[in-house]
C-alpha cells in the first residue's frame, strides 16, 4: 500500500477516533436525556419481567382443562394466579432497577457516541420542551377517537370472523352447544396505547 495511503488512513482514523471521544459537557447532557427516559426504561424492565410469566399463564390456560380435573381447575387457577402475582412483585423491582443502573452506562454512551454535542443539546431541548410533554401526555387522548373509530368501522367485518373462528374452535374441542359468549363484540381496546403490554393476571 503507497506511503499516501497509510497516511490518509491514520489523519482519517485519528479525526474519526476524535469526533467519538466525549467531553465533560457530552456527557453532561446524555445523562440528562437518560434521565428524560427513566420511566420509559422501567417500563422497559417491567415488561421484560412480566413476559415469562404471561407466556406461563398462557400455556397454563391451555394446559389446565386437560391435566386438572374440573372439580379442582378453578382452585389451580387461583393458586396459579398467586405464584404469578408473586414472581411479579419479586422479578420487576429486580429487572427494573437493573435497567435504570445500565442505562446511563450503556444508553448515554452510544449517546456520546453517535451524537455531536450540539445536537444532544437539541434533544434536551426538544424533551425538555413544554409543548413535547403536553404532546405526551396527549398521547391517550389522541389515540381513543382513534381506537373508537377503527372498533366501530371494522366491527361488521371482524366480528363475524370471530364467531366463526369461536364456532370453529368449539367443533374441534367437541362442544356442540354454542358458547355463550358466542357474537358478543371483541373485549375493549385499552385507549392508552397498543404497544402497552398486558400486566400477566393477577399482578397489581
Do not use: C
Request: charged share 25%; glycine share 6%.
Amino acid at each position: 500500500m503507497h506511503y499516501k495511503t497509510l497516511i490518509t488512513l491514520a489523519l482519517l482514523s485519528t479525526a474519526l477516533g476524535a469526533q467519538a471521544q466525549s467531553t465533560p459537557a457530552k456527557k453532561e447532557l446524555a445523562a440528562r436525556i437518560v434521565k428524560l427516559q427513566q420511566p420509559g426504561i422501567e417500563s422497559l424492565g417491567r415488561q421484560l419481567a412480566e413476559q415469562p410469566a404471561a407466556a406461563m399463564m398462557d400455556r397454563a390456560g391451555q394446559v389446565l382443562p386437560s391435566r386438572v380435573a374440573p372439580e379442582r381447575q378453578e382452585a389451580v387457577g387461583k393458586e396459579i394466579q398467586a405464584d404469578v402475582k408473586k414472581y411479579v412483585e419479586e422479578a420487576v423491582p429486580v429487572v427494573r432497577d437493573r435497567a435504570v443502573k445500565l442505562a446511563p452506562s450503556i444508553v448515554g454512551g452510544m449517546l456520546e457516541e453517535k451524537f455531536t454535542e450540539d445536537e444532544l443539546r437539541q434533544i434536551v431541548a426538544v424533551m425538555e420542551s413544554p409543548a413535547w410533554a403536553k404532546f405526551q401526555q396527549m398521547g391517550p387522548e389522541l389515540q381513543k377517537p382513534l381506537v373508537e373509530k377503527l372498533l366501530a368501522e371494522t366491527r361488521p367485518i371482524i366480528e363475524p370472523k370471530v364467531k366463526a373462528l369461536e364456532q370453529s374452535i368449539a367443533r374441534r374441542l367437541g362442544i356442540t352447544e354454542p358458547a355463550a359468549n358466542a357474537g358478543s363484540p371483541p373485549p375493549a381496546v385499552n385507549p392508552s396505547g397498543p404497544f402497552k403490554t398486558t400486566k400477566p393476571a393477577g399482578a397489581k
